[in-house]
T-cell receptor, first 116, second 109 residues
Framework: NAGVMQNPRHLVRRRGQEARLRCSPM?????VYWYRQLPEEGLKFMVY????????ESGMPKERFSAEFPKEGPSILRIQQVVRGDSAAYFC??????????????FGNGTRLTVT | SQQGEEDPQALSIQEGENATMNCSYK?????LQWYRQNSGRGLVHLIL?????REKHSGRLRVTLDTSKKSSSLLITASRAADTASYFCATDDFNKFYFGSGTKLNVKP
């Protein structure tokens, strides 16, 4: 009965490299959310996905950031050509299909990205 | 933006005292939720209150909701050192969840 699994827990990238963050939702959950958190701040919504669909990406920067949730496998948040300002904790959360025990979110423990 | 905002930003109390945190939001909501975050970890759901409810209890937690004032409060009674964490309110807008900046609670033993 695993919870939301994120990996890696810590990721260090040099400026200009790519960062790939993975999230496996809880079993039976079909909704995935990505949030970004800077130190001492709240969570900023980035994107909301269902299997093979991006439902809302209004919180995603227009460039360099992309997200997917394929039919098989984890959800991926991809940051291309990282810059120092991308350093943050990135949290993934999942929820069951609408009307099935929701609407609360179950969070992973985050990936802490450090850009050097 | 519907984002909730918590108040105070930080709260320090002695073990055994009650802790009250407030949340204000801007537009109409379906429900409001409170989450807790321990340092370095993800958020954990504590309690949900629907827009047609005024008060809800869960163990040592008591949540109130005043939709006319667009505000909610979270009361933790008889606090313990283990309650030390950040607490966030979240509003729900068609399955998008918006979080405030949180209240950092420190319970001194």
């Amino acid at each position: 009965n695993a919870g939301v699994m994120q990996n890696p827990r810590h990721l260090v990238r040099r400026r200009g490299q790519e960062a790939r963050l993975r999230c496996s939702p809880m079993k039976g959950h079909s909704h995935v959310y990505w949030y970004r958190q800077l130190p001492e701040e709240g969570l900023k919504f980035m994107v909301y996905l269902q299997k093979e669909n991006i439902i809302d990406e209004s919180g995603m920067p227009k460039e360099r950031f992309s997200a997917e949730f394929p039919k098989e496998g984890p959800s991926i948040l991809r940051i291309q050509q990282v810059v120092r300002g991308d350093s943050a904790a990135y949290f993934c959360a999942s929820s069951p299909p609408t009307g099935q025990g929701g609407p609360s979110l179950h969070f992973g423990n985050g990936t802490r990205l450090t850009v050097t | 933006s519907q984002q909730g905002e918590e108040d105070p930003q930080a709260l320090s109390i002695q073990e055994g005292e009650n802790a009250t945190m407030n949340c204000s939001y801007k537009t109409s909501i379906n429900n409001l939720q409170w989450y807790r975050q321990n340092s370095g970890r993800g958020l954990v759901h504590l309690i949900l209150i629907r827009s047609n409810e005024r008060e809800k209890h869960s163990g040592r937690l008591r949540v109130t909701l005043d939709t006319s004032k667009k505000s909610s409060s979270l009361l933790i009674t008889a606090s313990r050192a283990a309650d030390t964490a950040s607490y966030f309110c979240a509003t729900d807008d068609f399955n998008k969840f918006y979080f405030g900046s949180g209240t950092k609670l420190n319970v001194k033993p």
